[in-house]
Nanobody
Framework: QVQLVESGGGLVQAGGSLRLSCAAS????????MGWFRQVPGKEREFVAA????????DYVDSVKGRFTISRDNAKRTVSLQMNSLKPEDTGVYYC????????????????????WGQGTQVTVSS
């Protein structure tokens, strides 16, 4: 069983930065693929970024490439999302997700493949 707790959300002006963190419980943390998703009212939860268990593979939705960076610290059992040059369209509730991957190389972009989810943290970017 894995429990995920996000933090770091808030209100920021367009062009600003935020760093989201996701703290996880559970053993064998390095065998979990991780992802960040976001959701706004009335829309489906969308993929933002993903990282493999080893941390060596990452992927991003096109709209955040070059602005967001996903990383993980397996010793501390955390995964982070550094968000720079934020835009109003980045506003939403950001969720951390995890699923087991013993290969440690897979990245998951389909939300239906994730088993564990955090409670979400609100990010609001004002124009």
């Amino acid at each position: 069983q894995v429990q995920l707790v996000e933090s770091g959300g808030g209100l920021v002006q367009a062009g600003g930065s935020l760093r989201l963190s996701c703290a996880a419980s559970g053993r064998t943390w390095g065998t979990y693929a991780m992802g960040w998703f976001r959701q706004v009212p009335g829309k489906e939860r969308e993929f933002v970024a993903a990282i493999s268990g080893s941390g060596g593979n990452t992927d991003y939705v096109d709209s955040v490439k070059g602005r967001f960076t996903i990383s993980r610290d397996n010793a501390k059992r955390t995964v982070s999302l550094q968000m720079n040059s934020l835009k109003p369209e980045d506003t939403g509730v950001y969720y951390c997700a995890a699923d087991r991957d013993i290969t440690r190389y897979i990245i998951l972009i389909d939300r239906s493949l994730y088993t564990y989810w955090g409670q979400g943290t609100q990010v609001t970017v004002s124009s």
